[in-house]
């Protein structure tokens, strides 16, 4: 099956007593035994739910895996992933992460004895020197969060293949429907499914995918243990929003696409980073592993002070501003002050989050409605 026809049918098949083509909420925390510990399936919802099982099928296909657990968000995935190491364990992770992910590492699993160590991942001979270092893990995003940096993940799994290293991706950004790193080799995926994946901006979610049998059971156990459940309701929502993720997506890298173009000809744009321009500094591998597409973020510095930027990103009447990204309404966000504030000014400015630089999360709008919003409130700054 092709992932339009997957993305509505696997995990979705009409409900077998009732013929329901859209499958109930199972809205129960607890499940009838016919003898102790004798059960259909499920005897708790912490530890699972016929809705995540659902949804656990559509993920899983849909990344070409052959696992996923549902979480209750991006970063309890994270979180679970993380509840597989342990004391004095070394985790590599991309330097332009979302900033929640720092916030994980640094505040929550430092004081348990876990280390972080950041690269810029796009470097693979530095990468290669990290590597030495014996990590756990490696963690990166691609298109990074904010910069929309890529990087090679063929390249990075080979070379973490070697050293026994496992390799997560975090495919928010870029959505199954845009790249699949499990076919590029990386050894597990993990999203917020709260943005494209549900993609309308009513839920918070988590999943992680794997063609492990081991490390799918390690995350059904914490998601038991720590209580990293999501809603039975949230889950439906995203099984329903999921179905029409890529005629979204189709739509969200076109009108990215025009609203990047507009963008890169403006006069008072100093910066702008897209994955879908030529002039992005990884084109080419875009190209190659993002299915030819650039997705529907994008990254614009002003000519603008602080101060302008900020009057400028409050007085859009279509773009609200607004943290989270990937639903179908348009979103800008400022973040060194937003998303990622709760990283250090210093390291935020070392690694390129500079206080003028602004993301915006295009939506599927008409394209000239965006751009003239944007060309208005740009006349008046
Ligand atoms: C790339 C990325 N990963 C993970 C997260 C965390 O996800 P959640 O907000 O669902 O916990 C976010 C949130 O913005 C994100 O952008």
Redesign the pocket.
Known sequence: MNISTKAIHLGQTPDQTTGAITPPIYLTSTYKQTAPNKHFGYDYTRAGNPNFTNLEQTLASLENGKYATVFS????A?TALISTLKNKDLVIGGND??G??FRLFGQVFKKFGLSLITADTQNIKKLKNLLKKRPQMLII?SPT?PLLKISNIGAIAELTRRHGVLFVV?N??ATPYLQNPLDLGADVV?H????YLNGHSDI???AVITNSKLLKSRMDFARKAIGLNPSPFDVWLISRGVKTLPIRMDKHCQNAFLVAKFLEKHPSVKKIIYPGLSSHPQYEIVKSQMRGLGGGMITVEFNLNIRQTKKLISSFQIFSLA???GGVESLVDHPASM?HGSIPKKEREKIGIKDGLVRLSVGIEDPTDLINDLREQLLKV
């Open positions: 968000s991006g970063l309890g994270v992460m979302y929640g992910t995003e969060n975090d928010t950004f993990v917020s499914t709260t943005k918070i979610g988590g943290e989270s990204l998303t």
